[in-house]
C-alpha cells in the first residue's frame, strides 16, 4: 500500500510535476487524472497503437478547440469521430469570432440583440447559419459542377479544410490540419444541425448527390483490423463516443482508454457509462489500460496534454 502524500505548491512547479504529485495524493479525480496521464503517456509511447479521439462539437465553441487541434496538427491521434456540429464550428471560428459570456446571461436580452448562447459562449445570428451559408454552398456547387456527387463524411471534413487554407487563421482550425495531416475524420450523424441542413438545402436543386456514410464504415472497418492495438481519448459521450467504442469491438476492444465526461451512469446512457460497461460488451479489451474520469473536459484535456 502506498502512503498518502501531500501535493506541494512551488513557484517554479511545472504541471507535469503536478499531475505526477495527484497520483500519490488521493484526491479523488485528481488521481484519476494522474493515471489518465499515464495511460496517455503510454498510448503515445506505443508506436502499433492507432489513436481515436471523439469529442461533441460543443468544445469547438470553446477555447479547447486550440487543444484539439494542436493533437491533430502533432499527429497525436489517427482518427477523429466527432458531430455534426464540428464541421459548422470549426469553419465558424476560423471565419467569424465568438465570445466569452457567462451560464447567467439574460437570455430573452440575447434573443432581442439577435445573438446564441452555447453554455457561456456568445455569438451573433449573422456569424452562425449565413456566414457558414456562404462559406459552404458555392464550395459544394463548385464540387458539383466539376462532377463529384457522392461524399463521405472524411471527404467532406478534409473538403472545409482544404478550403480554409486560404484563411487568414486557417492553422487556429481542426478540419485545416486533418486535411494537411490526412487524419481521417468521421461525422456519424452528419444530417443534424447546421451542418446537415445545409447538405439538405444544397440537395434541393441538386437531388442527385450521396452522402456515402457506408464508405465511412468501409474504411473504419479497415482501420480497426489492420490496427495491432488501439487507444481511445472520449471526451463526453453521445455518438461520436458510441461510434468509437462500436468498432473497436471488431478487433478485441480497446487497449487503452481515457474516458472523460460530466454524465452520471445510474440513468443508463452511453454519456454516462463507464468503461467497465464497455468490458462486458468487448468493446474494451479486459486487459487494457483504462479510466474513466469525471468532469468537465474544458479543464481536465489540457492539463492531461500538457
Not at 472524411?154 to 478540419?175: D, P, T
Amino acid at each position: 500500500m502506498e502512503p498518502i502524500k501531500d501535493t506541494s505548491l512551488s513557484k517554479d512547479l511545472k504541471v507535469k510535476d503536478l499531475i505526477n504529485q495527484f497520483h500519490s495524493a488521493g484526491g479523488f479525480t485528481a488521481k484519476k487524472l494522474a493515471v489518465g496521464a499515464r495511460i496517455w503517456e503510454s498510448m503515445q509511447q506505443d508506436k502499433g497503437c492507432v489513436k481515436f479521439l471523439s469529442f461533441p462539437s460543443c468544445l469547438v465553441a470553446t477555447g479547447t478547440r486550440g487543444i484539439l487541434k494542436d493533437l491533430v496538427k502533432e499527429k497525436k491521434v489517427d482518427v477523429i469521430i466527432t458531430t455534426a456540429g464540428t464541421l459548422a464550428l470549426d469553419v465558424l471560428r476560423t471565419i467569424r469570432d465568438f465570445y466569452a459570456g457567462s451560464f447567467d446571461i439574460d437570455d430573452i436580452e440575447l434573443k432581442r440583440k439577435k445573438c446564441f448562447r452555447i453554455g457561456s459562449v456568445i455569438l451573433k445570428e449573422k456569424d452562425y447559419g449565413p456566414a457558414f451559408e456562404d462559406f459552404f454552398q458555392p464550395a459544394l456547387e463548385t464540387l458539383y459542377k466539376g462532377g463529384y456527387k457522392s461524399y463521405s463524411t472524411r471527404a467532406l471534413a478534409w473538403l472545409l479544410g482544404e478550403m480554409l487554407a486560404n484563411e487568414k487563421r486557417a492553422e487556429e482550425s481542426i478540419l485545416y490540419w486533418a486535411w494537411k495531416n490526412k487524419i481521417p475524420v468521421y461525422v456519424p450523424g452528419v444530417t443534424d444541425g447546421l451542418f446537415g441542413s445545409q447538405l439538405w438545402l444544397f440537395y434541393q436543386q441538386h437531388r442527385d448527390i450521396k452522402i456515402d456514410l457506408l464508405q465511412d464504415e468501409n474504411e473504419l472497418s479497415e482501420i480497426v483490423h489492420k490496427a495491432k492495438k488501439s487507444g481511445g481519448l472520449i471526451l463526453g459521450g453521445g455518438i461520436s463516443k458510441h461510434h468509437l467504442l462500436w468498432w473497436n469491438l471488431f478487433k478485441n476492444g480497446l487497449d487503452y482508454t481515457i474516458n472523460i465526461t460530466t454524465a452520471v451512469e445510474h440513468d443508463g446512457s452511453m454519456s454516462g457509462a463507464r468503461n467497465s460497461e464497455y468490458i462486458s460488451w468487448g468493446m474494451i479489451s479486459k486487459e487494457a489500460k483504462h479510466i474513466t474520469i469525471e468532469g468537465d473536459a474544458t479543464v481536465l484535456l489540457p492539463l492531461l496534454v500538457c
